[in-house]
Structures are given as C-alpha cells and as structure tokens.
C-alpha cells in the first residue's frame, strides 16, 4: 500500500468469520424488517462488517441493501432452485475437496465468511462439516499429491482469509511440497469487505511461497470499493500479487449497462483485472436476483462498445455436478 501503513498482523489474528465486527439481526438498523424477511435471516443470518454496514443507507432499496439485507423474496421457491445447485457434493472426493476441472482442485477451508451475500450459491453449505485440524486435510492433501496431472489448487469456502495468516501458512507449506503443483488460487472478499484483513503479514507469505499466487475477489457494484479497499487491493498488486475479479449478474443490483461499464471501468484503473460475469446459479432463495440470459447477453454486447477486451470479463454460467462452466457468446 503505496505511502500508507497497513495493520500490522499481531492486531488481527482471526480464528473464525465470528471474530469479525458484525452487526446482527438485533441492531436498530434492522428493526424494520418484515416478518418474512426476519424468518429469511433465520435461515441466512445477516452479517456484514461493521466497517461496510456503516457506508450503507439501511433505509434507502439500493444496490447493497439489496445484496445483504434479508428479504422476504428469499422464502419464495421456484421449479429448479437447488439448495446445492451445481451439486457440488458430486465434484467431491472427500471431505474439504472438489475437482471439476482438469488441472485444478478446489480446497474448502473454511464454511465462514465475513459477510453474508444473500444471492450466494453457498448460502445452504454454512453447516458443512469440514476439516479443521491439520490432520484431518490429510485425506484431501493425499488425493491432491496422488494426481499428477493437478497443476493449481483453489483455495474457497466460504472464504478462506477468515483463517489465521498461520493456519494458511501452514497448510499451504504441505500444498508447495506437492511436486506437481505450481499455481496458488485464493477466492476471497475479504480485501473488499475487510480491507484490514489484507497485512503486512499476509503479503509476505503469498510472496513467500514457491507456489505462484493469484488472488480473486469478488465485486459486484463500484460502491463497494471504497478507499480502504482500493489501497488493500492496490496493495496486493503492488506486492506483484495478480489480483482477479469475478462478479455475479444480479437483478436490481448490478443489471445495467452504466452500472456494469462504472464497476469494470474502476476495477481495470485499479489494475483488477475483470475474469468472470457469472450468471446468477440457481439457488434456493434467491431466484429474485435471476436476469435472464437474452438480457445477459444484450449487456454484454453494450459493454463491448464501451469497454476496451482487457476490461471485458466473460460471461460465463455453472453447470450442476463436475461439467464446470460455459461461456455465453455474445456478439459485440
Ligand atoms: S458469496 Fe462468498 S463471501 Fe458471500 S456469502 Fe458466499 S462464500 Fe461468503
């Protein structure tokens, strides 16, 4: 982080997404929650960081109060919405590991997140029952070492830097002592959500490890990068970290030309690079954030004419089980 200080590691030593400054279902802010809406944050709790909820007006239907305030939209069901919708436990090979695409595994280290996304394709995995010891990922660290033909590991969840800088450090030394491996994935929002997060600390161990690293985070709507997330981002770039975006298409957050063309435009300024538009997956409880793929696809096309191809992500949609995704051609 160019000209400033980052927090230093010994003031921030989470164990788990609890350790977070959150607001709950209690604060003032949320009183005015419906009924529905309150039995929808039973099921999904609110959480959002403190330092995130304090830069949203609660009051007004805007971008973000729609991605993280509980709505009674979310109890509606319809005819193939999923609680698991790329039936991930078909990808899985044992506890904590998914492998859907050639070369690459997915570690879930983690089912905690410091925020709660109510779109998430994840939002029904809270309770999955994961390896935490070091132990216990021998399982899934042995079937990584057993195939050859791995080339990059992805470390998921949930999100993975609510570990401690010293329970990643740890399992990564065992994944950089795998031969066949050269490629460190880490998807977080952390940098976004909680820009603390990113250290001097954290820095130096993704510099550190034989394995190349790569950071992606996730950003859907430009409001949130505010200035303490663009210098955590800004940081890791710095640092030669190559840092990624994904973002999902939503309904009433982010579906609309100005809106996409601002996020993408800010993130390439901030040397983010745009990687994935995904389409919303079909999950249990948020069919309201659906666009549909005719509108997708005329976004896209709108894009095209605005935005130089670096600043294009793909559009791409998941398939259930190990068939990984699709790109959404588009003619721009
Ligand atoms: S989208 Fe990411 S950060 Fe948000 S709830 Fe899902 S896993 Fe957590």
């Not at 079909?282 to 069919?287: I, L, M, N, Q, T």
């Amino acid at each position: 982080m160019k000209g400033q200080r980052m927090t230093p590691f010994s003031q921030y030593t989470p164990k788990a997404a609890s350790d977070h400054p959150v607001v709950n279902s209690l604060e003032p802010r949320l009183r005015n929650l419906s009924p529905e809406a309150r039995e929808a944050a039973r099921h999904f709790p609110f959480l959002v960081p403190e330092a995130l909820a304090s830069r949203i007006d609660w009051e007004q239907d805007g971008p973000l109060t729609r991605a993280y305030l509980p709505s009674a939209e979310e109890l509606t069901r319809v005819a193939g919405d999923s609680t698991d919708p790329l039936d991930e436990a078909a990808a899985r090979i044992v506890p904590g590991l998914i492998i859907k695409y050639p070369g690459r595994a997915l570690l879930k280290v983690t089912a905690g997140c410091a925020i709660h996304c109510r779109f998430c394709f994840r939002r029904h995995a809270r309770n999955d029952a994961l390896p935490r010891k070091c132990r216990e990922w021998e399982p899934a660290l042995s079937a990584i070492e057993a195939d050859g033909s791995l080339r990059e590991v992805i470390l998921s969840g949930g999100d993975p830097l609510t570990l401690s800088d010293r329970r990643l450090a740890r399992l990564t030394r065992r994944l950089a002592a795998i031969p066949h491996l050269t490629r460190l994935r880490i998807h977080t929002r952390m940098p976004v959500v909680t820009p603390e997060r990113v250290t001097v600390r954290l820095i130096r161990w993704l510099q550190a490890t034989r394995l190349t690293p790569f950071v992606v985070v996730h950003v859907n709507h430009a409001d949130e990068l505010d200035s303490r997330a663009k210098a955590a981002l800004a940081s890791l770039v710095d640092a030669g970290i190559p840092v990624l975006n994904q973002s999902v298409l939503l309904r009433g957050i982010n579906d609309d030309p100005e809106i996409l063309a601002t996020l993408f435009e800010t993130l390439i300024d901030m040397r983010v690079i745009p990687y994935y538009l995904h389409m919303l997956d079909p999950v249990a409880g948020a069919a309201h954030f659906g666009v549909s793929e005719a509108r997708a696809l005329a976004l896209m096309a709108d894009l095209g004419t605005r935005l130089p191809g670096y600043g294009l992500p793909r559009l791409v949609r998941e398939w259930p089980g190990g068939t990984g995704k699709r790109w959404l051609p588009f003619h721009g």
